[in-house]
């Protein structure tokens, strides 16, 4: 069992950047998905990025590549989303997600998000 908390969210103005945090509980294992996801008002969330516990796998979703960086700190048990170049549209609750293999792409384990928001 992985419990997942996000930290990090807040309000920020376009182009501006944040960090957001996932504490893992539990030691997740190399195979393991960590993912980051985003929910809109109004709309179905959505991928974001990506990072295999083992650090040599990562995924980007096409609206954030180049602004965002996925990180993991293994010490930490953490994993880390560095957004840069923030736009309104990357506005929404962040979640946190864990899964159990990397090619399933599915994911087991949610944190509760943490609201971001990006003015104009």
């Known amino acids: 069992q992985v419990q997942l908390v996000e930290s990090g969210g807040g309000l920020v103005q376009a182009g501006g950047s944040l960090r957001l945090s996932c504490a893992a509980s539990?030691?997740?294992?190399?195979?393991?998905?960590m993912g980051w996801f985003r929910q809109a008002p109004g709309k179905e969330r959505e991928f974001v990025s990506a990072?295999?516990?083992?650090?040599?796998?990562?995924r980007y979703a096409d609206s954030v590549k180049g602004r965002f960086t996925i990180v993991r700190d293994k010490a930490k048990n953490t994993v880390y989303l560095q957004m840069n170049s923030l736009k309104p549209e990357d506005t929404g609750v962040y979640f946190c997600?864990?899964?159990?293999?990397?090619?399933?792409?599915?994911?087991?384990?949610w944190g509760q998000g943490t609201q971001v928001t990006v003015s104009s």
């Open positions: 997600a864990a899964g159990r293999t990397w090619d399933s792409q599915i994911y087991d384990y």
């Open positions: 539990g030691r997740p294992f190399n195979s393991y998905a």
């Open positions: 990072i295999r516990w083992s650090g040599d796998r990562i």
